[in-house]
């Protein structure tokens, strides 16, 4: 029978594991749905012409994204729409304004990107825009690689003129319009520098004090803002620098692309602004227009996890609260920690760098997490580009570097590491990937408190997942050993699962599933219903989060059926859950009277020290690994036994397990006859014998039922009431 049962759940994991289904869930890792994209440009405009402010997302990574506002003008929400420049390369569109360009009542895309400035004619209506690149537009201009314009009518003539940030020259510079509202013409002996800012000048027209004529604010690759405040009237412009206005803000990210906007809907400009490493920054304007109080919005934009780029994302519960915290690596060299302050099924994430703050190797650096010197803190074995291992000892109030360790490894370039116990044995073992694409086994040969990581050079073999293997170790197939899943440079997954004799590539299970480049896999369940999901990392520094819907809390069935016996000992049975159950059972929940009274694999408990004439409300749920069933209720109330009657002793069958039939054996020792039942596991009576005399009895059944009827293999118990004294016991009938 146990062969049997093994061999079906086995088969049953082999049919779940080629049916794996991923589900994309951006909202784990970034709650307010706007990706942060490299270099971010936000620029708004009502691109779909229904009174609400969207606006274009640059980046260096493709074309602007179209970011719809589903909310109104006073309260906006923001999703991303319809990929409107999917077709345009973003060698010339890394950054997107919005502007009629033509007069014809329609809003036109003016691109800059590395090809310099470009012009996209908007050829059908306000709110379903196709873009058609009009050749050559901008072809006078000496504006380089990655010019940032922004059109406004500065000079009142009814045409639009344009303001341009040139890229590693840091220039300002105004083009006046000398053609006409439905024909623009710009030319370099049109042109004045408004000023220079150093490097990346990322200038927008405003008219912020509003007094009738356009302003600009520019963002650099430095920290803050430069803001040009027009002193002038509406033809004639003259800015000077305001130091002002903007003081203060910016000062974290660098490479600060702004544009100001009235989100609200209060008259006042806010300001929302991209950075290099991609989330975007809101602040309200609470103040007024010439004396500006900001707040800064964490919600509508808030929340996206980015490291600042090559994210590599491990997973370790760091305070011992039940849920897992996440730990990365980051292009820097530096390591990030984000504690979890959601569940244990519903992660949230709270950046808390500080603990990490003494660790910082070379670039691209990669962490590993665990207890290496059995002292119960969690330390860290660090890799970077240069391919070393440094073991960072996890002192109670921050780390110390041991320059001992690890100095006979060198990956050669490009060192991720992962600890965990490979081979069983108490302590943990290394597997790092290196530059070349390799994966390497460092078995612990030392102790559980005295690590010694020594080379298992055929263990991996010649497996090569091509440039800048990135591993993680899980049981991929759950067949009860190691598998390992590889990201590589080129954002691809490389699947190996151990096949009892050596490794086989399976091109199946995560098909289709890409990042950009320098992907980083994290097996883990991070929603805790017993499958595996995949955290992703890559070269932008964020984190994708694919659910795998293998198990759930969708379907979670509870116990059915519950019946209790009387008398100062109950005994209350119940059936199994129905099938079809969508995560793995592990135990029964038992609660009296709401409170959780103990927890159990069978199906049936005795209560015993209950209070006499008391009544008892008693919960049975099934705990599965993704959550707890509803309950199902029966009420008790123990009542007194006959003192003059003494416990059945004795209980017990012989052979157990047994087949086809066993011995029960028992005494009654007083005056009283007794009953002794068979009951299934539904809580069925099987067979009985009623009216058994006082003396010793032994017995025997046959693995019938009342009818003759043979019963099936499994575990059966025996119940033998005297009077109101009750003992149960367990067998099993094994065919």
Known sequence: MKVILITLLALLCAQLLFSQPWELDNSVFNPSGIPSLTFSQPRFADVDGDGASDFWLGNTSRSPLFIKNTGTATIPAFTVGTDYLAGISYLASEMAVCADLDADGDLDLITGGYTG????????????????????????????????????????????????????????????????????????????VIGDIGLYAYPVFCDFDSDGDMDILCGRDSHGFIYYQNDGNASIPNWQPNSTLFAGLGMTDYWNSPDLVDLNNDGLYDLVFGTASGPLQYYVNTGTASNPVWQQNMSLFGGVIDVGGASSPVFYDWDA?????????????????????????????QADHAYFASIDHSIYAAVAIGDVNGDNLPDAIVGDLNGQLFYHRNTGIGFFYESFYLTNISLGGWSVPRLLDMDGDGDLDLVAGNEAGNIFYYANQGTPTAPNWLLESTYFGTIDVGTNCSPTIADIDYDGDWDFLAGDMWGDLKCYLWQGLGWGQNTTLFAGITTDQN???????????????????????????????????????????????????????????????????????????????????????????????????????????????????????????????????????????????????????????????????????????????????NLVWDGRDATGQLVSSGVYLYRLQASDKVQVRKMMLMK
């Not at 470009?118 to 901008?138: I, K, M, R």
């Not at 690596?329 to 244990?344: A, E, L, V």
């Not at 059945?648 to 020792?669: A, H, K």
Request: aromatic share 10%; charged share 15%; net charge negative.
């Open 117 to 192: 400035l470009h012009l996209f004619q908007n050829n059908s209506s306000t709110t379903t825009p196709v873009y058609v690149e009009v050749n050559g537009f901008f072809s006078g201009l000496s504006v380089g690689s990655n010019p940032v314009p922004d059109l406004a009518d500065v000079d009142n003539d009814g045409d639009l003129d344009m303001v341009v940030g040139l890229s590693e020259d840091g220039a300002v510079r105004l083009y006046t319009n000398t053609g006409s509202p439905t024909l623009g013409q710009f030319s370099e002996s049109a042109m004045q």
């Open 321 to 349: 609260d039940g849920d897992l915290d996440m730990i990365s690596g980051s292009q820097m060299g530096d390591i990030k920690f984000y504690h979890n302050i959601g569940t244990p099924n519903a992660p949230a994430w």
């Open 519 to 697: 992907a980083a896999p994290a097996l883990v369940d991070l929603d805790q219903d017993g499958d595996l999901d995949l955290v992703l990392g890559d070269y932008d520094g964020t984190l994708k989060f694919y659910r795998n819907l293998m198990y759930s809390a969708a379907v979670l069935n509870p116990p059915l059926n519950p019946v209790a016996t009387s008398g100062a000992e109950i005994m209350v049975t119940w059936e199994t859950p129905t099938a079809g159950s969508t995560s793995p059972f592990e135990h029964y929940n038992i609660y009296l009277d709401g409170v959780l009274f103990t927890s159990t694999t069978e199906s049936y408990w005795i209560f015993t020290g209950l209070t006499i004439g008391q009544n008892y409300t008693v919960w049975i749920t099934a705990q599965y690994v993704a959550g707890e069933s509803v309950p199902a209720v029966i009420h008790i109330t123990p009542v007194a036994n006959d003192d003059n009657v003494q416990i059945p002793v004795n209980l017990t069958n012989w052979p157990n397990p047994f087949n086809p039939s066993t011995t029960i054996s028992f005494s009654i020792t007083k005056g009283h006859t007794g009953l002794l039942e068979i009951i299934n596991l539904k809580g069925q009576i099987v067979k009985s014998w009623n009216g058994l005399y006082a003396g010793e009895h």
